[in-house]
């Protein structure tokens, strides 16, 4: 079975365990530990990158290094690799005409969009001044979701200048071909479809359709779909914008449920967690939906570890239990 130690970082974003760490490739396994040359997600490269920079302290946060608090907060910044990637570069292509004439259009995963015609410049406008993250108050991120589904859907030979190479896979595919500007500009409008068939503007933040209802209240999220647009934070709703908006009540869902960043000081375990979905499923109890606001504000848990600490908890209580 592949095995890596190292004291810099080992990471895996559910992909294979080829790219463990990119100093070390894993090599020579069976096909059951996933392939080598596919299947590496823009998840997979954005967890590498956050994981370099944190390091390198060149990722805005304090300091240097894997502190407590850093990494608290880079596992919920909703970064989206695709946008930060692609975005200036697609937005000059379909951008670039004031109106697209859409034709009817199959996706295999956002079903049918009627012929019709779009105007750009509104969408266009939101998503320039998009800040390229999924986070509840971003606005824009919708339009982009819906466009870069359709563009994932599309044959990388016809998108990109560079394809992809085994041997470079942190930096390829790259570099959008001007050539593909009809194509994009078909994705672009059909995304535009959907997003005026929906009661969402180009500009309404993500909480407002990004959510979960707990007790007949909805709770704004934070996230995206990672294979589809390669956010970090994940919070995918296949649900259709114009059918309810990405509600994560559906059967149709991924996101991150149980979560953890634990440290090891001396003599002792400091963890800090989130159980998103909470604890309980019965609408009356207190902890129906208790964890789940805590993590629509980013507010971590400390979880007591030791007696003491258990035993301090301003919610413990001693119950004796007979049989």
Known sequence: MPSLLRD??????????????PQAPLTGFAPIFGAVDAGFSDRARLGILMAQARIDGTDGHAGKGATE???????????SY??????????DLVCAVPTINVAAYTDIYMGDTPAGTVQTAAACAALRAWDNTGNVEARGAHVWDEFWIRVENLPAADLYNVP??????????????????NVLRQAFGAALMRVNASPYAVD???????????????????????????????????????????????????A????????????????????????????????????????????WLKVPFSESEITGDAAYSSAVVSE
């Open 69 to 79: 608090q850093a990494v608290r907060q880079m596992v919920l910044d909703s970064r």
């Open 8 to 21: 810099d970082f080992v990471a895996n974003m559910n992909n294979s365990a080829w790219f463990t760490n």
């Open 256 to 299: 991150n449920s149980y979560m953890q960043v634990v440290r090891f000081p001396a003599g002792g375990v400091d963890a800090s967690t989130f159980l998103t979905h909470s604890l309980s499923d019965d609408p009356a109890s207190p902890h129906s939906s208790d964890y789940t606001r805590a993590y629509s504000a980013k507010q």
């Open 82 to 91: 695709s946008a930060e990637r692609f975005k200036t570069s697609a937005l």
């Open 164 to 181: 992809f190479s085994a041997a470079d896979p942190m930096n390829t595919p790259r570099e959008l071909k001007t050539s593909a500007a």
């Open 204 to 254: 309404a933040p993500r909480g407002d359709y990004l959510f979960v209802t707990r007790n007949g209240q909805k709770i704004p999220l934070f996230g995206g779909c990672p294979d589809f647009a390669g956010y970090f934070t994940t919070a995918c709703s296949l649900n259709h914008l114009d059918q309810g908006g990405y509600t994560m009540d559906s059967d149709t869902v991924d």
